[in-house]
């Protein structure tokens, strides 16, 4: 079965620093991947999804990742982070018609 | 955009008793439905999967006897939560997928708490 991995549980950066989160997954055949965010208090929300061509990937809010296929990674990154960023982090691996999450990267960005 | 609406966000039910949480796609029709379990500090756990039409397919360790699954229609399912114990008590969530393209769309989610 499919497995997804976030390495890094919780980060605290400070405003203005630059961010890189990790995914790694578990899955020898095609996939689709995706990057959410869940703000305090709110529902999920879609930053960007990998589906085929340019592995790097533009998303919302300046985030962007890159899909390196020979590491099975799909790393977040952003070059400046805002305050508005602090939320949770959620990587996702879509396989075989199901989604599977990553256990989150909680962020907190200090003004 | 696509959007799903999940209800009630909120219930507090007594031991024993079953709760349902309807997940309705609003503008689009959803062939395919998932329910997860989120819980404290943790990831999105995949419940289940769910068809419109036909059964729902479980995943390991997920009791259907007391998580009822219900798809009837292309923009409907429901999940009950059957003699509910204190254990239960988490963050519901559903996705549905469908609409424009390929991609998936969650609900806000219902915070279970069963005292």
């Known amino acids: 079965a499919q497995s997804v991995s976030q390495h890094n549980h919780h980060v605290i950066l400070s405003e203005a620093a630059s961010l890189e989160l990790g995914c790694n997954y578990s899955?020898?055949?095609?996939?689709?991947l995706f990057w959410y965010v869940q703000y305090p208090g709110q529902h999920l929300q879609l930053l960007l999804k990998y589906f085929s061509g340019d592995p790097l990937v533009k998303g919302i809010k300046g985030f962007e990742a890159e899909f390196i296929k020979s590491k099975f990674s799909f790393n977040l990154r952003k070059p400046s982070v805002q305050w508005s960023d602090t939320a949770e982090y959620f990587c996702?691996?879509?396989?075989?018609?199901?989604?599977?999450f990553g256990t989150g990267t909680r962020l907190l960005v200090s003004p | 955009g696509a959007v799903v609406s999940q209800h009630p966000s909120r219930v507090i039910c007594k031991s024993g008793t079953s709760v349902k949480i309807e997940c309705r796609s609003l503008d689009f029709q959803a062939t395919t439905m998932f329910w997860y379990r989120q819980f404290p500090k943790k990831s999105l756990m995949l419940m289940a999967t769910?068809?419109?039409?036909?059964?729902?397919?479980?995943e390991q360790g997920v009791e259907k006897d007391k998580f009822l699954i219900n798809h009837a229609s292309l923009t409907l399912s429901t999940l009950t939560v059957t003699s509910a114990h204190p254990e239960d008590s988490s963050f519901y969530i559903c996705s549905a997928r469908g609409g424009q393209g390929f991609g998936y769309t969650f609900g806000s989610g219902t915070r279970l708490t069963v005292v």
């Open positions: 996702a691996v879509n396989a075989e018609q199901k989604l599977v």
């Open positions: 899955y020898g055949g095609t996939v689709n």
């Open positions: 769910s068809n419109e039409g036909s059964k729902a397919t479980y």
